[in-house]
């Protein structure tokens, strides 16, 4: 089945502590990206990849690293999560051609107090 | 940069009835695709219509259609014949075809209730 997926679903950590929120994809998409979502604002880009070890920047990108050494995974790192971190985190990936439809992961709810 | 608007942030409908849920974008590009995509509670992301901008067309999928007017730069989703089942959060999107990256710009949501 294709399908994206992440984890962990649900997280609820202090301030300062590091964390890593997983994602893979086994559609061999070319792109991946990470959005968060936040009530009135929708879906904001943190950061995407083009391809393995190619990355940049989205909307909103302070506070956040990621990485893309193989084409399935794109790990979205906190190394220093805040309260304003605190969101519902998506991953999704797409083609590069063809219909263009982003597939997204099924979403995780980060608390940070 | 591109923007997406949708105004109307909750909308309530009855079973079986129509509604339409309004978007409109603001872009200077001419080759763009838009979607709507659906967010029930699960919070799962789902694909609802797309929207190619060269097509004059109107895209359908079943009871869900979209009114897209280039010019106006305004892209509403209709869905007929309400099931409780569309009870959701749903999304405007824009995508700007772009190198290296095509980039996703997405509206605030509409919360949609359907009522029985």
């Known amino acids: 089945e294709a399908q994206v997926t992440q984890n962990p679903r649900y997280l609820i950590t202090v301030t300062g502590k590091k964390l890593t929120v997983t994602c893979s994809q086994n559609m061999n998409h070319e792109y991946m990206s990470w959005y968060r979502q936040d009530p009135g604002l929708g879906l904001r880009q943190i950061y995407y990849s083009m391809n393995v070890e190619v990355t940049d920047k989205g909307d909103v990108p302070e506070g956040y690293k990621v990485s893309r050494k193989e084409k399935r995974n794109f790990p979205l790192i906190l190394e220093s999560p805040s309260p304003n971190q605190t969101s519902l985190y998506f991953c999704?990936?797409?083609?590069?051609?063809?219909?263009?439809?982003?597939?997204f992961g099924p979403g995780t709810r980060l608390t940070v107090t | 940069a591109q923007t997406v608007t949708q105004s109307q942030p909750e909308m309530s409908v009855q079973e079986a009835e129509t509604v339409t849920l309004s978007c409109t974008y603001d872009?200077?590009?001419?080759?763009?695709?838009l979607f709507w995509y659906k967010q029930p509670p699960s919070r799962q992301m789902i694909l609802v219509i797309r929207q190619e901008a060269y097509k004059q067309q109107n895209a359908t999928e079943n009871r869900f259609s979209v009114n897209f007017q280039k010019a106006a730069k305004s892209f509403s989703l209709k869905i007929s014949d309400s099931q409780l089942g569309d009870t959701a959060m749903y999304f405007c999107a824009f995508m700007k075809l772009g190198i290296p990256f095509n980039k996703f710009y997405f509206g605030s949501g509409t919360k949609l209730n359907v009522k029985p």
């Open positions: 999704a990936s797409s083609p590069r051609t063809g219909n263009y439809e982003q597939y």
């Open positions: 872009t200077s590009e001419n080759n763009y695709y």
